[in-house]
């Protein structure tokens, strides 16, 4: 079983920071990759991010240059740095695991997801 837990979510004012992270454990060497995704009140689950083993990573444009993803393989654990935040990023957000493509097409392991609220 894969376990995918979130973890650095809150509550800041607009313009503000946070750090999410996301520690896998199980059978965790079987993902070359991970995401995180994100889901406002009332629609659907939308893709933030996603970085392969390498380091190489792609990240949506409605966050890029505010957002930067980023892992540490050796502890298992995938960041997003989030910077400038606006009340439009308010969301639940969601870890997600597994091959390139499973994590891009939603389709790989979810966390339980932590909440961020952008207050304006």
């Known amino acids: 079983q894969v376990q995918l837990v979130e973890s650095g979510g809150g509550l800041v004012q607009a313009g503000g920071s946070l750090r999410l992270s996301c520690a896998a454990s199980?059978?965790?060497?079987?993902?070359?990759?991970m995401g995180w995704f994100r889901q406002a009140p009332g629609k659907e689950r939308e893709f933030v991010a996603v970085?392969?083993?390498?380091?190489?990573?792609s990240i949506t444009d409605s966050v890029k240059g505010r957002f930067t993803i980023s892992r540490d393989n050796a502890k298992n654990t995938m960041y997003l740095q989030m910077n400038s935040l606006k009340p439009e990023d308010t969301a639940v957000y969601y870890c997600a695991a597994g091959t390139f493509n499973e994590v891009v097409a939603g389709r790989g392991a979810w966390g339980q997801g932590t909440q961020v609220t952008v207050s304006s």
């Open positions: 199980g059978r965790t060497f079987r993902w070359a990759s």
């Open positions: 970085i392969r083993w390498s380091g190489e990573a």
